[in-house]
């Protein structure tokens, strides 16, 4: 079966310093993942995606996400944190093929930047 | 472009009331979802529909009912409500490789 863990149920970071919200899956064969960011009383709002090639992947809001097959990781990253990056961090894998459709999420990581 | 639309916004039940929530995508995109969330669990998967015509369960379905309108709009009803069915329900939408898409939310409380 499918499932995503995010092992932090909250990281904190200075602004400015680097970041990074941790991610791991469980699929079989070559999945698809993907980071969404949730605001307060806010839809969720696509990050970056991973679907093949190139391992580091970037996408909105100067975010990246390193895939890592051997380890099955895929976690965001961002040189510098902003206090505007505070929100809930949501990783999700989804198996491409034979009509599997499910998305699945991890349980959430809440990112607080303090000035 | 209006993206995926989901009423009403917020909703009072009391136990045992029916109600339907609405999500309708304008973007022509196959699959469509219901999740809901909950503090501490993240986004759980109550129904899906890859295609019109087709629905399947995901994590979450028991007290749940799903139905595939058409393409556009997949409804999720719940026939008897229950208390622990108070959660933030969102609704999202995609195509073949593409990112979900989701909806503004609808905020339920079962009393």
């Known amino acids: 079966a499918q499932s995503v863990a995010q092992p932090e149920d909250q990281v904190n970071v200075a602004e400015g310093n680097p970041l990074t919200v941790k991610c791991t899956y469980s699929v079989s064969g070559n999945p698809y993942l993907f980071w969404y960011v949730q605001y307060p009383n806010r839809g969720l709002q696509f990050l970056l995606k991973y679907i093949t090639g190139d391992n580091l992947v970037k996408g909105s809001y100067g975010f990246e996400a390193e895939f890592n097959k051997s380890q099955t990781s895929f976690h965001l990253k961002k040189p510098s944190a902003l206090v505007s990056d505070s929100a809930l961090y949501f990783c999700?894998?989804?198996?491409?093929?034979?009509?599997?459709?499910?998305?699945?999420f991890g349980a959430g990581t809440r990112l607080a930047v303090h000035p | 472009n209006a993206g995926v639309t989901q009423t009403p916004k917020f909703q009072v039940l009391k136990t045992g009331q029916s109600m339907t929530l609405q999500c309708a995508q304008d973007m022509n995109h196959n699959s469509m979802y219901w999740y809901r969330q909950d503090p501490g669990m993240g986004l759980r998967l109550i129904y899906y529909?890859?295609?019109?015509?087709?629905?399947d369960k995901g994590e979450v379905p028991n007290g749940y009912n799903v139905s595939r309108l058409n393409k556009r709009e997949f409804s999720l009803r719940l026939e008897s409500a229950a208390p622990s069915q108070t959660s933030v329900y969102f609704c999202?939408?995609?195509?073949?490789?593409?990112?979900?898409?989701f909806g503004q939310g609808t905020r339920l409380t079962v009393v």
């Open positions: 999202a939408s995609r195509n073949r490789d593409t990112e979900a898409f």
């Open positions: 529909s890859a295609s019109e015509g087709t629905t």
């Open positions: 999700a894998v989804r198996h491409p093929s034979g009509g599997y459709n499910k998305l699945i």
